[in-house]
């Protein structure tokens, strides 16, 4: 028996199995005992050495996605947001938007917890075995005009478009040159019906001509974005600012809802050359 383990142990070693190697001696004094039968020995140990993998993997990818902090939709407080359809919210944590490729709008406010319910979907699908990605709106733009000052533009977009989930975080929340308008447009142009993506912002559709400093730019991106697309409007005091409500000025208490506007007309596919005015 004992070198039966000997050489067990070794091809544990071997296989880079080291969880399933530390519960080795306690599954087999569970089988000696008669608590378990052989197979569910075996079906103890890879349980073991999977959980552990699973959760490396999961710990890698929500690193390597931005993800973290980790937000779940388990710690969202529903109550504080009754705007919110709760079923609705727990339908697009099934992941069949990505799987279509479509586009989640969450708009509303500062602190409504447009970021929060992104983060959340993206640590779903992290769990799901998809690749995800996280960038504020400012960061990816940054990003992608210094690859284009450096000559690796499509090469920076074709990363972006690996992600079976691109989450672009506070939209609206800082001003955007034409020239990042335009990069953000190539990008969208480029994972159009062929990526899913969850956009969070605190400005309604009709301003997005005033976020992107060109109503052309704007009409381009909303012609991609709201082609397959889910909205969702939260309306509702800051979650963040709750303790301190009575310090805030009514009038910004009652921030109005943003109401999206009627998705433009489709004016056909769009142009190869990726411009947004052409």
Sequence with gaps: MTELLDRIRGALVGLKMPRAMEAL???VQRF???EITAIEAIDALLSEEYATRETRRIDVALRTSKLLPIKTLESFDFSFQP???RERIAALAQLDFVRRAEVVHFLGPPGTGKSHLATALGVAAVKSGRQVYRASLAELIDALAKAERQGQLAEKIRFYTRASLLIVDEIGYLPISQGGANLFFQLVNARYEKGAMILTSNRGFAEWGEVFGDPVVATALLDRLL???VVVQIEGASYRLRSHAD????HVRANAPIAPPPPPKRRG???KNGAANS
């Design 269 to 271: 596919r769009p142009p």
């Design 83 to 85: 705007s919110l359809d």
């Design 32 to 34: 000696e005992k008669g």
């Design 25 to 27: 001696d306690h599954t």
């Design 247 to 250: 310090l805030i000025p009514e």
């Design 227 to 229: 082609h397959h697309a």
